[in-house]
């Protein structure tokens, strides 16, 4: 993006996208930079593709967001796995015994459960990053009812009816009807 906002041939930046999502770390920083470019940015998922979770918060800091018609976009939410293998331990006769400095230090170490405590701990992070994510969707596409916040995918007409795509478009020349 900085290259692109540097080059004098450059009149708008196109993104294409086809992910399943990823991690929080350097998420809201590079939607930071896509939000900040000096020349319009514009997401672009090609047929079959997806735009996804982390996908979707970067899409959503884009000037526009196109699917192709074979294309999907959503799944917002966050979550967090743990496997419990403390049953499986205990059946082989493995006893794990963590010594911490703290409640949450060690935890998850395989072989352990999660306290009640710990499972609280996790559930109010994923919250508070959903929290996160929600408002910064709605911080860019507007007001998105919480029943299409549940971590679903949708079809690119679906996505654009409920306001996550700007357009359905077949090929990337027709794009160039919708750049600045």
């Given at each position: 993006i900085e290259a692109?906002?540097?080059?004098?041939?450059?009149?708008?930046?196109?993104?294409?996208?086809?992910?399943?999502?990823?991690?929080?770390?350097?998420l809201p920083e590079c939607a930071d930079a896509i939000a900040e470019s000096g020349k319009p940015v514009y997401a672009f998922v090609p047929p079959g593709g997806s735009c996804a979770s982390?996908?979707?918060?970067?899409?959503?800091?884009?000037a526009g967001r196109f699917l192709s018609?074979?294309?999907?976009?959503?799944?917002?939410?966050?979550?967090?796995?743990?496997?419990?293998?403390?049953e499986m331990a205990a059946q082989k006769g493995i006893k794990i015994k963590v010594f911490s400095s703290g409640i949450y230090?060690?935890?998850?170490?395989?072989?352990?459960?999660?306290?009640?405590?710990?499972?609280?701990?996790?559930?109010?992070e994923v919250m508070s990053l959903a929290e996160e994510f929600y408002n910064h969707i709605r911080a860019n596409l507007g007001e998105i009812d919480d029943s299409f916040l549940q971590g679903q995918m949708f079809k690119a007409k679906e996505a654009v009816e409920i306001g996550m795509a700007d357009d359905v478009v077949k090929t990337f020349d027709d794009l160039k009807n919708f750049l600045k």
């Open positions: 692109a906002n540097e080059h004098h041939l450059v009149q708008n930046i196109l993104l294409v996208f086809d992910t399943p999502g990823g991690m929080f770390g350097g982390a996908g979707m918060f970067l899409a959503a800091a884009c018609p074979s294309a999907q976009a959503g799944s917002i939410g966050v979550y967090c796995a743990y496997t419990d293998l403390s230090k060690g935890m998850g170490v395989p072989g352990t459960a999660l306290t009640d405590v710990q499972e609280q701990y996790l559930q109010d």
